[in-house]
């Protein structure tokens, strides 16, 4: 049974920052491509970021780029997303998720999903 848990979390004025994590188990980590995505209210679900399986290759959405970087820990089977600047528009439900390819990341496509943290971000 994979398992993906995100952390990190929470409430954070405008122009600050926050370190998301989503711990994986149940399977060898270093064995998928890792993501973020991200669903304010009353929107669909959206590409944040992604990084390869030995965390060479990273690709960001254009809305996040220069402020928020994915990393990964394989030793720690975990992977970071670091939000900085943060704006009232990055107010979200983040979800990490796991999946063959960084490609299929791209496009949305996942094998596994984690339950999601909440961010806010107060003006």
């Known amino acids: 049974q994979v398992q993906l848990v995100e952390s990190g979390g929470g409430l954070v004025q405008a122009g600050g920052s926050l370190r998301l994590s989503c711990a994986a188990s149940?399977?060898?980590?270093?064995?998928?491509?890792m993501g973020w995505f991200r669903q304010a209210p009353g929107k669909e679900r959206e590409f944040v970021a992604t990084?390869?399986?030995?965390?060479?290759?990273?690709y960001s959405a254009d809305s996040v780029k220069g402020r928020f970087t994915i990393s990964r820990d394989n030793a720690k089977n975990t992977v970071y997303l670091q939000m900085n600047s943060l704006t009232p528009e990055d107010t979200a439900v983040y979800y990490c998720?796991?999946?063959?390819?960084?490609?299929?990341?791209?496009?949305?496509?996942?094998?596994?999903w984690g339950q999601g943290t909440q961010v806010t971000v107060s003006s």
């Open positions: 998720a796991a999946a063959w390819s960084v490609d299929d990341l791209r496009r949305g496509l996942a094998n596994y």
């Open positions: 149940g399977r060898t980590f270093s064995s998928d491509a």
């Open positions: 990084i390869s399986r030995t965390g060479g290759t990273t």
